[in-house]
């Protein structure tokens, strides 16, 4: 009998990690089309491409059970201007985040790069990364990001 419910125990173990494994990505269509999206919406302003701006902005969103977008916290920025393109190509993707197992609202936390292609880095440019990147103000969150909460997306990376 105990060999019988250890069994069972150790089956019903195995279904339920395979069924978390089997999980659905969070934006409709999957991870290539979510990456497709924001390839085609995260739009640089030419200000930027023009001080040659690169750096990181962190994220973090709620969406609602209809995929509806209901806030974004930059928990990071090196610069306000870098997060700035990412936030307007986010409000792009209302309605088309999955949210599971009857949750009132999700949140999501993506990381998002701007880089400048290594073929056009010539020392006059590299001279305009580092005027930009010495002149930025970065925004730190002063919360934690409770991990267990949160839904951690692949990286965008953006190079122009």
């Not at 806030?71 to 990412?86: E, G, L, Q």
């Not at 009132?104 to 005027?131: G, M, R, W």
Request: net charge positive; aromatic share 12%.
């Amino acid at each position: 009998m105990k060999r019988m419910i250890l069994m069972a125990a150790i089956l019903l173990s195995a279904f339920y990690s395979r069924a978390q494994q089997q999980m659905a990505f969070p934006f409709q269509g999957g991870k290539d089309v979510m990456m497709n999206f924001f390839k085609e919406n995260v739009v640089l302003p030419q200000a930027l491409k023009d001080k040659k701006a690169t750096g990181t902005a962190v994220l973090k969103f709620t969406a609602d059970p209809k995929g509806v977008i209901q806030k974004i916290i930059v928990y990071y920025a090196d610069d306000y201007s870098i997060a700035m393109p990412f936030i307007e190509a986010l409000k792009k993707s209302d309605k088309k985040w999955i949210i599971y197992d009857k949750e009132k609202f999700h949140d999501f936390i993506i990381s998002c790069t701007i880089n400048l292609a290594p073929e056009k880095a010539t020392a006059a440019i590299q001279k305009k990364v580092y005027d930009s990147y010495s002149k930025r103000t970065p925004i730190f969150a002063s919360n934690p990001v409770p991990l267990d909460m949160a839904t951690l997306l692949p990286a965008i990376i953006t190079t122009y």
